[in-house]
């Protein structure tokens, strides 16, 4: 009788070290494999399981390039499958880098939205789209309002209706946004995008800590279920390697006050609030490297000297010309 009681307390002591481990395990049941991408890519090359692609988009065995570094290029890859979870973290490692310095573009988007495989002007994908799109803008356009710095990270909900300005960086349209250096990285960067109780945090790693920084947090956004997850980049004069790594969806508990039988499929997309216009502000512009700092200056004193020249040569010419007028 005794080694039975020692027998089921060892049986009760290892079930306090091993459900805590299995607990960890489980959090990872809930990602969807339907909605993620990662390496190994199976098909690599010609064709992705539940994703498709577009434009100059190829897909090697390190990542899904959208667009090289090359000018005019427009990429994107689309899930297959609508997502049907109402409640989502979308997390995305992806890198954006090129040999451009000081000027660089365009950026890319991350959508959530009713129409895939749709090419168009924003960033590569629709206009007027129905859906969420955050985006990811590398490049200041001077001809447009902002006050904040690039690069850039927003967010636009849109019925369908509104039309995304880049001649204004689409300041008029987000519903919010934050500076983010995200660029030229040697390092893994992420942003994860996440949906619950109708509340979108966008939050990012950079900095290579493996810890989330809140980009922004804006609630009261609606969303319906089965729209598409895609990401689409684009080049204009301007251009970089926008490559997306890997994508993980995973499917987040719906809250006690969630009702489980809720359709939601015919909500119209809409945020109660969105960022007021704001006025013109100039990116700081870069600091000029040494060589140009030396020609500059060297520039400005040849200029100077010249001055100095020419104003002793007419000095002197009009004391010549006054000592003829007294002999």
């Not at 954006?96 to 895939?116: A, C, Q, S």
């Not at 969420?132 to 849109?158: E, R």
């Not at 934050?178 to 990012?204: G, P, Q």
């Not at 960022?275 to 100039?282: F, I, K």
Request: charged fraction near 20%; include cysteine.
């Amino acid at each position: 009788m005794s080694s039975k009681k020692s027998f089921s307390g060892k049986i009760i002591i290892l079930s306090l070290f091993v459900a805590p481990i299995l607990a960890e395990w489980n959090t990872q049941d809930y990602i969807r494999r339907e909605h993620s991408l990662t390496k190994p890519y199976q098909g690599s090359g010609m064709a992705l399981p539940y994703w498709d692609f577009l434009g100059s988009t190829i897909v090697t065995s390190n990542y899904v390039r959208l667009t090289p570094d090359l000018q005019s290029k427009s990429g994107a890859i689309w899930n297959t499958h609508p997502c049907q979870t109402r409640n989502w973290d979308l997390q995305v490692q992806f890198k954006v880098h090129g040999k451009g310095k000081d000027l660089f573009g365009d950026g890319f988007v991350i959508w959530y939205v009713k129409d895939r495989m749709q090419n168009g002007p924003v960033f590569g994908s629709k206009d007027y789209f129905s859906g969420l799109g955050i985006v990811l803008d590398t490049y200041s356009n001077h001809n447009g309002a902002h006050n904040h710095q690039h690069p850039y990270i927003s967010a636009m909900v849109n019925n369908g209706s509104l039309h995304y300005d880049h001649d204004r960086d689409g300041t008029h349209t987000q519903v919010a946004g934050c500076e983010a250096k995200f660029r030229n990285y040697n390092h893994d960067t992420y942003i994860s995008i996440v949906y619950k109780d109708d509340t979108l945090v966008v939050s990012t790693d950079l900095e290579g800590k493996n810890a989330w920084k809140e980009c922004f947090r804006v609630e009261n956004i609606l969303l319906p279920t089965g729209y598409y997850f895609g990401a689409s980049a684009t080049t204009g004069d301007l251009s970089d390697n926008h490559d997306i790594i890997a994508v993980k969806m995973y499917e987040l508990d719906l809250l006690e006050s969630q009702n489980q039988n809720d359709d939601r499929s015919q909500i119209i997309p809409s945020a109660a609030t969105s960022d007021a216009p704001r006025e013109r502000l100039e990116d700081e512009k870069p600091a000029m490297s040494g060589v140009k700092t030396f020609l500059w200056m060297m520039f400005v004193a040849i200029i100077i000297i010249v001055l100095v020249v020419c104003g002793i040569m007419w000095y002197q010419k009009r004391q010549e010309n006054a000592r003829k007028r007294l002999y």
